[in-house]
Protein backbone atom coordinates (compact mmCIF):
# COMPACT_ATOMS: atom_id res chain seq x y z
CA UNK A 1 0.00 0.00 0.00
CA UNK A 2 1.10 3.51 -0.93
CA UNK A 3 1.46 5.43 2.27
CA UNK A 4 0.59 8.81 2.96
CA UNK A 5 3.99 10.72 4.00
CA UNK A 6 3.82 13.30 6.70
CA UNK A 7 4.90 16.75 6.09
CA UNK A 8 5.77 17.67 10.09
CA UNK A 9 9.00 18.09 11.48
CA UNK A 10 10.20 16.37 14.93
CA UNK A 11 10.04 20.25 16.21
CA UNK A 12 6.51 21.13 14.83
CA UNK A 13 5.40 17.94 16.39
CA UNK A 14 6.60 18.80 19.79
CA UNK A 15 4.95 21.89 19.54
CA UNK A 16 1.57 20.14 18.90
CA UNK A 17 2.59 17.74 21.87
CA UNK A 18 2.54 20.99 24.42
CA UNK A 19 -0.38 22.67 22.61
CA UNK A 20 -2.59 19.08 23.48
CA UNK A 21 -0.87 19.13 26.94
CA UNK A 22 -1.83 22.50 27.84
CA UNK A 23 -5.45 22.24 26.59
CA UNK A 24 -5.64 18.89 28.77
CA UNK A 25 -4.08 20.95 31.77
CA UNK A 26 -6.29 23.75 31.21
CA UNK A 27 -9.42 22.29 31.66
CA UNK A 28 -8.48 19.61 34.75
CA UNK A 29 -6.69 22.60 36.13
CA UNK A 30 -10.47 23.99 36.58
CA UNK A 31 -11.68 20.30 38.17
CA UNK A 32 -13.31 19.20 34.33
CA UNK A 33 -13.67 16.52 32.67
CA UNK A 34 -14.59 15.93 29.28
CA UNK A 35 -15.97 13.40 27.18
CA UNK A 36 -16.90 12.84 23.34
CA UNK A 37 -19.25 14.68 22.83
CA UNK A 38 -17.50 18.27 24.80
CA UNK A 39 -14.75 18.08 22.15
CA UNK A 40 -13.71 17.54 18.37
CA UNK A 41 -10.68 17.57 16.71
CA UNK A 42 -9.33 20.47 14.58
CA UNK A 43 -8.00 20.62 11.64
CA UNK A 44 -4.21 20.68 10.11
CA UNK A 45 -3.20 20.81 6.90
CA UNK A 46 -3.18 17.94 5.33
CA UNK A 47 -1.53 16.25 2.23
CA UNK A 48 -3.04 12.72 3.25
CA UNK A 49 -5.44 10.27 1.51
CA UNK A 50 -7.68 8.75 3.32
CA UNK A 51 -7.11 5.27 1.65
CA UNK A 52 -3.53 5.72 1.67
CA UNK A 53 -3.49 5.98 5.67
CA UNK A 54 -1.97 3.22 7.62
CA UNK A 55 -4.74 2.46 10.56
CA UNK A 56 -2.34 -0.36 12.32
CA UNK A 57 -1.76 -0.20 15.58
CA UNK A 58 -1.36 -2.60 18.77
CA UNK A 59 -3.61 -3.85 21.44
CA UNK A 60 -0.86 -4.41 23.95
CA UNK A 61 3.44 -4.52 23.95
CA UNK A 62 3.27 -8.15 21.85
CA UNK A 63 0.04 -7.94 19.76
CA UNK A 64 -0.76 -6.34 17.25
CA UNK A 65 -4.34 -4.60 15.05
CA UNK A 66 -4.21 -4.32 11.67
CA UNK A 67 -7.27 -1.67 12.57
CA UNK A 68 -7.41 -0.75 15.98
CA UNK A 69 -11.08 -1.64 17.06
CA UNK A 70 -11.63 -4.64 19.11
CA UNK A 71 -15.12 -5.86 20.23
CA UNK A 72 -15.71 -6.48 24.08
CA UNK A 73 -15.82 -8.94 26.14
CA UNK A 74 -19.75 -9.01 27.04
CA UNK A 75 -21.94 -11.97 26.66
CA UNK A 76 -24.07 -10.07 24.11
CA UNK A 77 -21.25 -9.25 22.20
CA UNK A 78 -18.47 -11.63 21.47
CA UNK A 79 -18.12 -15.38 21.31
CA UNK A 80 -16.58 -17.10 18.29
CA UNK A 81 -18.43 -16.12 15.74
CA UNK A 82 -17.67 -12.19 16.44
CA UNK A 83 -13.81 -12.72 17.34
CA UNK A 84 -14.08 -14.97 13.45
CA UNK A 85 -14.98 -12.39 11.73
CA UNK A 86 -13.32 -9.33 13.52
CA UNK A 87 -9.90 -10.61 13.51
CA UNK A 88 -10.26 -11.48 9.62
CA UNK A 89 -11.23 -7.44 9.39
CA UNK A 90 -7.90 -6.79 11.34
CA UNK A 91 -9.20 -6.35 14.85
CA UNK A 92 -9.66 -8.82 17.62
CA UNK A 93 -12.20 -10.15 19.87
CA UNK A 94 -12.37 -10.36 23.71
CA UNK A 95 -14.21 -13.63 24.28
CA UNK A 96 -15.92 -12.87 28.13
CA UNK A 97 -15.68 -14.99 31.15
CA UNK A 98 -19.46 -15.75 31.68
CA UNK A 99 -18.33 -19.14 30.26
CA UNK A 100 -16.77 -21.59 32.34
CA UNK A 101 -13.57 -22.08 32.00
CA UNK A 102 -13.72 -25.08 29.46
CA UNK A 103 -16.59 -23.41 27.14
CA UNK A 104 -14.51 -20.37 27.21
CA UNK A 105 -11.78 -22.64 25.58
CA UNK A 106 -13.89 -24.20 23.33
CA UNK A 107 -14.49 -20.81 22.13
CA UNK A 108 -11.15 -19.83 21.34
CA UNK A 109 -10.39 -22.79 19.47
CA UNK A 110 -12.79 -22.29 16.86
CA UNK A 111 -10.95 -19.22 16.63
CA UNK A 112 -7.75 -20.58 16.32
CA UNK A 113 -9.03 -23.36 13.76
CA UNK A 114 -11.48 -21.39 11.54
CA UNK A 115 -8.74 -21.02 9.15
CA UNK A 116 -8.67 -24.71 8.71
CA UNK A 117 -11.24 -23.54 6.19
CA UNK A 118 -13.86 -25.64 7.79
CA UNK A 119 -17.84 -24.30 8.30
CA UNK A 120 -18.21 -26.59 11.11
CA UNK A 121 -22.16 -25.84 11.20
CA UNK A 122 -23.38 -24.49 7.52
CA UNK A 123 -26.39 -23.21 6.86
CA UNK A 124 -28.75 -26.21 5.94
CA UNK A 125 -32.18 -25.57 4.55
CA UNK A 126 -34.78 -28.35 4.56
CA UNK A 127 -35.81 -30.07 1.20
CA UNK A 128 -40.04 -28.92 1.99
CA UNK A 129 -38.57 -24.96 2.41
CA UNK A 130 -39.89 -23.02 -0.67
CA UNK A 131 -37.12 -20.68 -2.51
CA UNK A 132 -39.18 -17.68 -1.21
CA UNK A 133 -38.76 -19.35 2.34
CA UNK A 134 -34.80 -19.35 1.93
CA UNK A 135 -34.66 -16.33 0.06
CA UNK A 136 -36.38 -14.52 3.06
CA UNK A 137 -34.75 -15.96 5.72
CA UNK A 138 -31.18 -14.93 3.99
CA UNK A 139 -32.27 -11.25 3.41
CA UNK A 140 -32.98 -11.62 6.98
CA UNK A 141 -29.85 -13.22 8.89
CA UNK A 142 -27.79 -10.51 6.35
CA UNK A 143 -26.03 -13.62 4.60
CA UNK A 144 -23.99 -12.74 1.39
CA UNK A 145 -23.64 -16.04 0.10
CA UNK A 146 -26.13 -18.34 -2.17
CA UNK A 147 -25.09 -21.91 -1.46
CA UNK A 148 -26.89 -23.46 1.03
CA UNK A 149 -27.30 -27.41 1.73
CA UNK A 150 -30.95 -29.00 1.95
CA UNK A 151 -31.35 -31.76 4.28
CA UNK A 152 -34.28 -34.24 4.65
CA UNK A 153 -36.02 -34.42 8.06
CA UNK A 154 -33.33 -36.99 9.37
CA UNK A 155 -30.60 -34.07 8.82
CA UNK A 156 -29.18 -36.16 6.20
CA UNK A 157 -27.78 -34.10 2.88
CA UNK A 158 -30.24 -34.29 -0.11
CA UNK A 159 -29.28 -31.66 -3.09
CA UNK A 160 -27.76 -28.07 -2.21
CA UNK A 161 -28.86 -24.77 -3.48
CA UNK A 162 -26.58 -22.51 -5.65
CA UNK A 163 -26.42 -19.27 -7.09
CA UNK A 164 -27.03 -20.59 -10.51
CA UNK A 165 -30.55 -22.55 -8.67
CA UNK A 166 -31.58 -19.55 -7.54
CA UNK A 167 -31.17 -17.17 -10.72
CA UNK A 168 -32.81 -20.01 -12.94
CA UNK A 169 -35.52 -20.25 -10.84
CA UNK A 170 -38.90 -18.18 -11.91
CA UNK A 171 -41.22 -19.33 -9.42
CA UNK A 172 -40.18 -19.05 -5.99
CA UNK A 173 -42.88 -21.00 -4.22
CA UNK A 174 -41.65 -24.23 -5.52
CA UNK A 175 -40.07 -26.63 -3.13
CA UNK A 176 -36.29 -26.95 -2.45
CA UNK A 177 -36.22 -30.15 -3.45
CA UNK A 178 -37.91 -29.12 -6.81
CA UNK A 179 -35.06 -26.64 -7.40
CA UNK A 180 -31.56 -28.10 -6.16
CA UNK A 181 -29.28 -29.80 -7.70
CA UNK A 182 -28.90 -33.16 -6.31
CA UNK A 183 -25.74 -34.28 -8.07
CA UNK A 184 -23.56 -33.24 -5.21
CA UNK A 185 -19.80 -34.34 -4.78
CA UNK A 186 -19.19 -34.82 -1.34
CA UNK A 187 -16.30 -36.14 1.24
CA UNK A 188 -16.26 -37.76 3.88
CA UNK A 189 -15.60 -36.02 7.65
CA UNK A 190 -12.20 -35.45 8.15
CA UNK A 191 -11.31 -34.39 4.92
CA UNK A 192 -8.57 -31.73 5.18
CA UNK A 193 -8.19 -28.39 3.54
CA UNK A 194 -5.57 -29.21 0.72
CA UNK A 195 -7.74 -32.34 -0.50
CA UNK A 196 -11.01 -30.41 0.06
CA UNK A 197 -9.19 -28.15 -2.63
CA UNK A 198 -8.21 -30.97 -5.10
CA UNK A 199 -11.43 -32.55 -5.06
CA UNK A 200 -13.13 -29.34 -5.82
CA UNK A 201 -10.59 -28.21 -8.63
CA UNK A 202 -10.84 -31.56 -10.10
CA UNK A 203 -15.12 -31.61 -10.14
CA UNK A 204 -14.90 -27.67 -10.86
CA UNK A 205 -17.37 -27.55 -7.81
CA UNK A 206 -17.27 -24.37 -5.75
CA UNK A 207 -18.62 -26.22 -2.62
CA UNK A 208 -17.72 -29.33 -0.81
CA UNK A 209 -20.25 -30.87 1.84
CA UNK A 210 -18.56 -33.02 4.45
CA UNK A 211 -21.36 -36.42 5.29
CA UNK A 212 -20.64 -38.77 7.98
CA UNK A 213 -21.27 -42.72 7.82
CA UNK A 214 -25.48 -41.69 7.85
CA UNK A 215 -25.20 -39.44 5.38
CA UNK A 216 -25.52 -36.43 7.80
CA UNK A 217 -24.13 -33.37 7.53
CA UNK A 218 -20.44 -33.03 9.18
CA UNK A 219 -19.29 -29.24 7.51
CA UNK A 220 -18.66 -27.52 4.49
CA UNK A 221 -15.62 -26.40 2.23
CA UNK A 222 -16.23 -23.30 0.28
CA UNK A 223 -13.85 -23.37 -2.88
CA UNK A 224 -13.18 -19.22 -2.45
CA UNK A 225 -12.41 -19.69 1.31
CA UNK A 226 -9.91 -23.06 0.70
CA UNK A 227 -8.27 -20.93 -2.04
CA UNK A 228 -7.40 -17.61 0.00
CA UNK A 229 -6.04 -19.39 2.87
CA UNK A 230 -4.00 -21.71 0.56
CA UNK A 231 -2.64 -18.80 -1.23
CA UNK A 232 -2.16 -16.81 1.18
CA UNK A 233 -4.94 -14.30 0.32
CA UNK A 234 -5.51 -12.75 3.52
CA UNK A 235 -4.59 -9.33 3.59
CA UNK A 236 -6.99 -7.87 6.34
CA UNK A 237 -6.86 -10.76 8.09
CA UNK A 238 -4.91 -10.34 12.14
CA UNK A 239 -3.03 -13.38 12.48
CA UNK A 240 -0.63 -14.46 14.67
CA UNK A 241 3.05 -16.35 14.02
CA UNK A 242 1.09 -19.76 13.10
CA UNK A 243 -1.14 -17.78 10.34
CA UNK A 244 -4.03 -18.34 13.03
CA UNK A 245 -6.26 -15.82 13.77
CA UNK A 246 -5.96 -13.68 16.84
CA UNK A 247 -8.40 -13.81 19.63
CA UNK A 248 -8.22 -12.81 23.22
CA UNK A 249 -9.67 -13.55 26.06
CA UNK A 250 -11.24 -12.18 29.50
CA UNK A 251 -10.02 -13.65 32.96
CA UNK A 252 -11.06 -12.50 36.51
CA UNK A 253 -8.44 -12.09 39.58
CA UNK A 254 -6.76 -15.57 41.45
CA UNK A 255 -8.17 -18.80 41.37
CA UNK A 256 -10.09 -18.00 38.13
CA UNK A 257 -7.25 -16.68 35.73
CA UNK A 258 -4.97 -19.68 36.71
CA UNK A 259 -7.77 -21.84 36.25
CA UNK A 260 -8.59 -20.15 32.77
CA UNK A 261 -5.04 -19.26 31.99
CA UNK A 262 -3.44 -22.69 31.93
CA UNK A 263 -5.98 -23.60 29.40
CA UNK A 264 -6.26 -21.18 27.14
CA UNK A 265 -2.51 -21.41 26.65
CA UNK A 266 -2.83 -24.56 25.38
CA UNK A 267 -5.30 -23.26 22.82
CA UNK A 268 -2.68 -21.15 21.64
CA UNK A 269 -4.08 -17.49 22.66
CA UNK A 270 -2.69 -14.32 21.85
CA UNK A 271 -3.74 -12.51 25.45
CA UNK A 272 -5.71 -12.36 28.23
CA UNK A 273 -7.29 -9.67 30.19
CA UNK A 274 -8.02 -9.13 33.84
CA UNK A 275 -11.20 -7.79 33.11
CA UNK A 276 -13.05 -6.30 35.91
CA UNK A 277 -14.59 -2.80 37.07
CA UNK A 278 -11.79 -1.28 39.17
CA UNK A 279 -8.47 -2.30 37.99
CA UNK A 280 -6.36 -0.68 40.47
CA UNK A 281 -7.41 -2.67 43.16
CA UNK A 282 -5.34 -5.63 45.40
CA UNK A 283 -6.41 -8.99 43.56
CA UNK A 284 -5.61 -7.38 40.01
CA UNK A 285 -2.45 -6.34 41.03
CA UNK A 286 -1.08 -9.39 42.88
CA UNK A 287 -2.65 -11.86 40.17
CA UNK A 288 -1.22 -9.49 37.08
CA UNK A 289 2.27 -9.90 38.91
CA UNK A 290 1.39 -13.48 39.57
CA UNK A 291 0.68 -14.33 35.89
CA UNK A 292 3.49 -12.56 34.34
CA UNK A 293 5.93 -14.26 36.79
CA UNK A 294 4.30 -17.68 35.61
CA UNK A 295 3.64 -17.35 32.10
CA UNK A 296 5.09 -15.69 28.81
CA UNK A 297 2.09 -13.87 27.69
CA UNK A 298 0.68 -10.39 27.58
CA UNK A 299 -1.89 -9.73 30.12
CA UNK A 300 -3.91 -6.44 29.80
CA UNK A 301 -5.31 -4.83 32.61
CA UNK A 302 -8.78 -3.15 33.00
CA UNK A 303 -10.58 -1.29 34.30
CA UNK A 304 -9.39 2.34 35.17
CA UNK A 305 -9.78 6.00 34.62
CA UNK A 306 -6.68 7.60 36.62
CA UNK A 307 -3.17 8.13 35.69
CA UNK A 308 -2.17 6.90 39.03
CA UNK A 309 -3.58 3.59 38.42
CA UNK A 310 -1.93 3.41 34.97
CA UNK A 311 1.27 4.06 36.44
CA UNK A 312 0.79 1.11 39.57
CA UNK A 313 -0.43 -1.29 36.98
CA UNK A 314 2.48 -0.38 34.42
CA UNK A 315 4.59 -0.73 36.85
CA UNK A 316 3.40 -4.24 37.92
CA UNK A 317 3.96 -5.53 34.43
CA UNK A 318 0.56 -4.79 32.52
CA UNK A 319 1.19 -5.15 28.84
CA UNK A 320 -1.94 -3.20 27.96
CA UNK A 321 -4.65 -0.97 29.61
CA UNK A 322 -7.97 -0.70 29.32
CA UNK A 323 -9.56 2.69 30.29
CA UNK A 324 -13.17 3.67 30.73
CA UNK A 325 -15.37 4.11 34.16
CA UNK A 326 -18.62 4.25 33.63
CA UNK A 327 -18.69 5.54 29.95
CA UNK A 328 -20.38 2.11 28.48
CA UNK A 329 -24.05 2.41 27.07
CA UNK A 330 -25.20 -0.24 29.13
CA UNK A 331 -23.88 1.27 32.64
CA UNK A 332 -24.82 2.48 35.61
CA UNK A 333 -21.70 2.87 37.47
CA UNK A 334 -21.29 6.36 37.81
CA UNK A 335 -24.87 6.71 38.71
CA UNK A 336 -25.34 4.08 41.19
CA UNK A 337 -21.62 4.44 42.61
CA UNK A 338 -21.39 7.99 41.63
CA UNK A 339 -17.45 7.53 40.89
CA UNK A 340 -15.54 7.55 37.14
CA UNK A 341 -14.24 10.01 34.83
CA UNK A 342 -15.55 11.36 31.78
CA UNK A 343 -13.53 9.45 28.84
CA UNK A 344 -11.65 11.68 26.58
CA UNK A 345 -10.09 12.97 29.71
CA UNK A 346 -9.54 9.81 31.47
CA UNK A 347 -8.24 8.52 28.22
CA UNK A 348 -5.58 11.53 27.86
CA UNK A 349 -4.25 11.40 31.52
CA UNK A 350 -4.15 7.40 31.39
CA UNK A 351 -2.42 7.06 28.08
CA UNK A 352 0.28 9.87 29.49
CA UNK A 353 1.76 7.85 32.03
CA UNK A 354 1.36 4.38 30.10
CA UNK A 355 3.64 5.97 27.20
CA UNK A 356 6.41 6.27 29.87
CA UNK A 357 6.39 2.56 30.08
CA UNK A 358 5.67 1.57 26.21
CA UNK A 359 2.45 0.60 27.41
CA UNK A 360 -0.84 0.67 24.74
CA UNK A 361 -3.90 1.84 25.70
CA UNK A 362 -7.36 0.63 25.06
CA UNK A 363 -10.11 2.88 25.23
CA UNK A 364 -13.29 0.92 26.40
CA UNK A 365 -17.16 1.88 26.33
CA UNK A 366 -19.00 5.03 25.22
CA UNK A 367 -18.37 5.37 21.72
CA UNK A 368 -21.24 6.30 19.78
CA UNK A 369 -20.25 7.40 16.41
CA UNK A 370 -17.76 6.79 14.35
CA UNK A 371 -16.10 10.57 14.84
CA UNK A 372 -15.22 9.28 18.37
CA UNK A 373 -12.65 6.75 17.05
CA UNK A 374 -10.29 9.47 15.80
CA UNK A 375 -11.39 11.40 19.20
CA UNK A 376 -10.26 8.50 21.30
CA UNK A 377 -7.05 7.50 19.47
CA UNK A 378 -6.33 11.65 19.39
CA UNK A 379 -6.98 11.74 23.42
CA UNK A 380 -3.83 8.40 23.31
CA UNK A 381 -5.76 5.56 22.63
CA UNK A 382 -4.08 2.83 20.70
CA UNK A 383 -7.13 1.12 19.94
CA UNK A 384 -11.34 1.17 20.93
CA UNK A 385 -13.18 -1.26 22.50
CA UNK A 386 -17.01 -1.37 21.17
CA UNK A 387 -19.87 -2.47 22.89
CA UNK A 388 -23.14 -1.27 21.76
CA UNK A 389 -21.41 0.04 18.15
CA UNK A 390 -21.24 -3.63 17.88
CA UNK A 391 -23.69 -5.32 19.68
CA UNK A 392 -26.61 -5.22 16.86
CA UNK A 393 -24.18 -7.19 13.94
CA UNK A 394 -24.86 -10.32 12.83
CA UNK A 395 -21.71 -12.05 14.15
CA UNK A 396 -23.11 -11.27 17.89
CA UNK A 397 -24.45 -13.79 19.97
CA UNK A 398 -27.54 -11.32 21.73
CA UNK A 399 -31.16 -12.78 20.40
CA UNK A 400 -33.09 -10.90 17.90
CA UNK A 401 -36.05 -9.07 19.70
CA UNK A 402 -38.64 -7.72 16.78
CA UNK A 403 -40.52 -4.20 18.70
CA UNK A 404 -43.36 -2.17 16.78
CA UNK A 405 -41.88 -4.10 12.66
CA UNK A 406 -38.36 -3.10 13.60
CA UNK A 407 -35.59 -5.81 14.38
CA UNK A 408 -32.96 -5.49 17.11
CA UNK A 409 -30.49 -7.70 19.18
CA UNK A 410 -30.66 -7.84 23.05
CA UNK A 411 -27.84 -6.30 24.93
CA UNK A 412 -26.76 -6.06 28.31
CA UNK A 413 -24.34 -4.99 30.77
CA UNK A 414 -22.26 -7.58 32.68
CA UNK A 415 -23.00 -6.06 35.88
CA UNK A 416 -26.69 -6.01 34.98
CA UNK A 417 -29.31 -7.92 37.03
CA UNK A 418 -29.60 -11.11 34.31
CA UNK A 419 -25.82 -11.15 33.77
CA UNK A 420 -25.11 -11.23 37.48
CA UNK A 421 -27.55 -13.50 38.41
CA UNK A 422 -26.89 -16.26 36.13
CA UNK A 423 -22.96 -16.00 35.67
CA UNK A 424 -20.09 -16.05 37.95
CA UNK A 425 -17.89 -14.56 35.84
CA UNK A 426 -20.07 -11.11 35.90
CA UNK A 427 -20.67 -11.43 39.67
CA UNK A 428 -16.73 -11.28 39.73
CA UNK A 429 -16.52 -8.67 37.65
CA UNK A 430 -18.10 -7.00 40.03
CA UNK A 431 -16.85 -8.39 42.98
CA UNK A 432 -20.39 -9.51 44.50
CA UNK A 433 -21.66 -12.76 46.10
CA UNK A 434 -24.70 -14.39 44.94
CA UNK A 435 -27.14 -13.39 46.92
CA UNK A 436 -28.52 -8.96 47.10
CA UNK A 437 -27.06 -8.07 43.96
CA UNK A 438 -26.31 -4.36 43.09
CA UNK A 439 -26.77 -4.45 39.64
CA UNK A 440 -24.49 -1.79 37.95
CA UNK A 441 -25.41 -2.23 34.53
CA UNK A 442 -29.03 -2.41 32.33
CA UNK A 443 -30.34 -4.66 29.82
CA UNK A 444 -31.91 -3.97 26.64
CA UNK A 445 -31.73 -3.97 23.27
CA UNK A 446 -29.90 -2.11 19.95
CA UNK A 447 -31.05 -1.95 16.55
CA UNK A 448 -29.97 -4.78 14.18
CA UNK A 449 -27.04 -3.36 11.95
CA UNK A 450 -26.31 -6.61 9.60
CA UNK A 451 -23.02 -7.92 8.71
CA UNK A 452 -20.01 -6.72 11.11
CA UNK A 453 -17.90 -6.18 8.00
CA UNK A 454 -20.11 -3.74 6.49
CA UNK A 455 -20.73 -2.07 9.97
CA UNK A 456 -16.55 -2.10 10.35
CA UNK A 457 -16.44 -0.20 6.90
CA UNK A 458 -18.19 2.51 8.14
CA UNK A 459 -17.07 2.92 11.30
CA UNK A 460 -12.84 2.95 9.59
CA UNK A 461 -14.12 4.95 7.09
CA UNK A 462 -14.68 7.66 9.27
CA UNK A 463 -11.50 7.32 11.28
CA UNK A 464 -9.57 7.69 8.14
CA UNK A 465 -11.78 10.54 7.24
CA UNK A 466 -10.59 12.10 10.40
CA UNK A 467 -7.10 11.43 10.17
CA UNK A 468 -7.26 12.70 6.96
CA UNK A 469 -8.40 16.28 8.14
CA UNK A 470 -6.21 16.00 10.75
CA UNK A 471 -3.02 15.35 8.49
CA UNK A 472 -2.09 11.97 10.44
CA UNK A 473 -0.53 9.20 8.04
CA UNK A 474 -0.62 6.65 10.97
CA UNK A 475 -1.94 6.10 14.30
CA UNK A 476 0.91 7.27 15.96
CA UNK A 477 0.97 10.42 14.54
CA UNK A 478 -3.39 10.56 15.14
CA UNK A 479 -1.91 9.91 18.92
CA UNK A 480 0.97 12.86 18.60
CA UNK A 481 -0.38 15.48 16.32
CA UNK A 482 -4.54 15.68 17.26
CA UNK A 483 -5.76 18.96 18.64
CA UNK A 484 -8.85 19.50 20.57
CA UNK A 485 -11.19 21.97 20.86
CA UNK A 486 -14.15 22.24 23.38
CA UNK A 487 -17.87 23.07 22.10
CA UNK A 488 -21.10 24.16 23.69
CA UNK A 489 -24.59 22.08 23.87
CA UNK A 490 -25.02 24.78 20.70
CA UNK A 491 -21.64 23.16 18.95
CA UNK A 492 -23.04 20.28 19.57
CA UNK A 493 -26.40 20.52 18.33
CA UNK A 494 -24.99 22.47 15.26
CA UNK A 495 -22.57 19.13 15.13
CA UNK A 496 -25.57 16.95 13.95
CA UNK A 497 -27.77 17.38 10.98
CA UNK A 498 -30.44 19.97 11.73
CA UNK A 499 -33.08 21.68 10.69
CA UNK A 500 -34.16 19.12 7.95
CA UNK A 501 -36.65 16.10 8.22
CA UNK A 502 -34.38 13.17 7.28
CA UNK A 503 -36.18 11.47 3.95
CA UNK A 504 -33.07 8.95 3.53
CA UNK A 505 -31.15 7.01 6.14
CA UNK A 506 -27.23 7.32 5.79
CA UNK A 507 -25.29 3.84 6.95
CA UNK A 508 -23.06 5.89 8.99
CA UNK A 509 -25.52 7.96 10.64
CA UNK A 510 -28.74 7.27 13.52
CA UNK A 511 -29.95 9.38 16.04
CA UNK A 512 -28.85 8.38 19.25
CA UNK A 513 -32.23 6.36 20.49
P1 LIG B 1 -20.35 0.50 25.16
O1 LIG B 1 -20.55 1.95 25.36
O2 LIG B 1 -19.54 0.19 23.95
O3 LIG B 1 -19.48 0.01 26.43
O4 LIG B 1 -21.64 -0.23 25.19
C1 LIG B 1 -18.98 -1.31 26.54
C2 LIG B 1 -18.12 -1.44 27.78
O5 LIG B 1 -18.88 -1.19 28.98
C3 LIG B 1 -18.31 -1.94 30.08
N1 LIG B 1 -19.41 -2.69 30.70
C4 LIG B 1 -20.06 -2.28 31.81
N2 LIG B 1 -19.83 -1.23 32.64
N3 LIG B 1 -21.69 -1.90 33.93
C5 LIG B 1 -20.66 -1.05 33.71
O6 LIG B 1 -20.47 -0.11 34.50
C6 LIG B 1 -21.96 -2.97 33.14
O7 LIG B 1 -22.91 -3.71 33.37
C7 LIG B 1 -21.09 -3.17 32.03
N4 LIG B 1 -21.04 -4.14 31.08
C8 LIG B 1 -19.99 -3.81 30.28
C9 LIG B 1 -17.25 -2.84 29.50
O8 LIG B 1 -15.99 -2.28 29.81
C10 LIG B 1 -17.56 -2.83 28.02
O9 LIG B 1 -16.44 -3.09 27.21
Known sequence: ??????????????????????????????????????VRLTTGYSAIMPDNINIES??????????????????????????????????????????????????????????NGLIEKPICFNENDTIKDILENRKERGFRFHSFLIT?????????????????????????????????ITGNSGVGLREAHRIMQESKKKAL????????????????????????????????????????????????????????????????????????SKGVLETLKALKKKYDIDVLVGNISEPESAERLCRAGADGLKIGQGPGSICTTRIIAGIGKPQVSAIYECAKVAAKFGVPVCADGGLKYSGDIPIAIGAGAHSVMMGNMLAG???????????????????????????????????????????DLVPEGMEGMVPYKGPLREVIHQYIGGLRRGMGYVGAGNIEELRTIAQFVRITEAGKAESHPHDIIITREAPNYQKQL
Request: aromatic share 8%; hydrophobic share 35%.
Open 152 to 184: DSQQRLVGIMTKNDFDFCEDLSLKASQVMSRNV
Open 58 to 115: KFSKNVGLKMPIVSAAMDTVTEAEMAIEIAKIGGIGVIHKNFTAEEQVAQVAKVKYHL
Open 1 to 38: MKQSKSVLTQESKRKLIAKRDAFFRKVSDQGIALTYDD
Open 393 to 435: TKESPGEFRFHQGVQYKVYRGMGSLGAMESNKGSRERYNQGKN
Open 209 to 280: PLIDKDGKVAGLYTFSDVKRILSGDSKTFNLDKNGHLRVAAAVGVYDDAFERVEQLISEKIDLVIIDTAHGD
